[in-house]
């Protein structure tokens, strides 16, 4: 349903499977995978300035963005 929160870990599952597939993280805003809008999701995260209390990542969901190969400038 629209709306509803999306599993962090779930959506790092889809990032890692898209960068296997593709080679990078910049998902094209429309992107959807299983119900998923993913591309809207990288832009969402990609655009939000997470330093100033804009969007609260927790360390640990920002070191496994980065680990994937997140780009936060994308």
């Known amino acids: 349903p629209t709306g509803t929160p999306l599993c962090v870990e779930h959506v790092l599952e889809l990032l890692r499977a898209y960068k296997a597939e593709h080679g990078h993280c910049l998902v ?8 998923v809008k993913l ?3 990288v832009i969402a995260v990609g655009g939000c300035d997470y330093r100033h209390g804009r969007l ?8 496994q963005l980065a680990a994937v190969g997140f780009d936060w400038n994308g």
């Open 28 to 35: 094209p805003t429309k992107y959807v995978v299983g119900g």
């Open 39 to 41: 591309g809207v999701w």
């Open 56 to 63: 609260k990542l927790c360390e640990s969901t920002m070191a």
